[in-house]
Antibody, heavy 121, light 108 residues
């Protein structure tokens, strides 16, 4: 079955760029029909949608983060990635990659396990 | 953006209780609503989608209702495994997607 796995540095310095990758196994990111998404959760808080990428590389970002976010895909590696620039302590969170099926209209059925990113000098 | 408001924020209940969580949208989202259960240190788990469709493998004690702006998630008889935090999420046609702030179901 399809699985998602986040990877990347667990510690990022303030003002630098946070970079995470989500590796998709058991299925192809190029198959179409899905929004490949990033969602984060601040410690002890709720869930915040960051954005997604879908077929042909189209993206949509949360307006509150849009100026700092880039989501891209590498179909040769079956991965999609998140870059968040100019980070501050407020970007400390668990970051999840997730898949939304837009044909099935079922929300987020598939999630990665999440990775904690701490912003600190 | 569509704002999602859940109530209550915390719910204290006993095993066997019937519990209901409410989620309100700031504008109509038709039935484009999902419910998730999250346990500490784990990713959210999809329970319900399209407001009232039970995800495969989820116990039938979970049910969802509503359309437009008001939605509920009901657990008919609370079990020990159900103590967790629950989130609603709207996925109306246009992004961004938004989540409710969560409802923690704790042991009374």
């Amino acid at each position: 079955q399809v699985q998602l796995q986040e990877s990347g540095p667990g510690l990022v310095k303030p003002s630098q760029t946070l970079s995470l990758t989500c590796t998709v196994s058991g299925g192809s990111i190029s198959s179409g029909g899905y929004y490949w998404s990033w969602i984060r959760q601040h410690p002890g808080k709720g869930l915040e949608w960051i954005g997604y990428i879908y077929y042909s590389g189209s993206t949509y970002y949360n307006p509150s983060l849009k100026s700092r976010v880039t989501i891209s895909e590498d179909t040769s590696k079956n991965q999609f990635s998140l870059k968040l620039s100019s980070v501050t302590a407020a970007d400390t969170a668990v970051y999840y990659c997730a898949r939304e099926d837009y044909y099935d209209s079922s929300g987020y059925r598939l999630w990665g396990q999440g990775t904690l990113v701490t912003v600190s000098s | 953006d569509i704002q999602m408001t859940q109530s209550p924020s915390t719910l204290s209940a006993s095993v066997g209780d019937r519990v209901t969580i409410t989620c309100r949208a700031s504008q109509s989202i038709s039935s484009w609503l999902a419910w998730y259960q999250q346990k500490p240190g784990k990713a959210p788990k999809l329970l319900m989608y399209q407001a009232s469709s039970l995800e495969s493998g989820v116990p039938s004690r979970f049910s969802g209702r509503g359309s437009g702006t008001e939605f509920t998630l009901t657990i008919s008889s609370l079990q020990p495994d159900d103590f967790a935090t629950y989130y609603c999420q709207q996925y109306n046609s246009s992004p961004p997607r938004t989540f409710g702030q969560g409802t923690k179901v704790e042991i009374k």
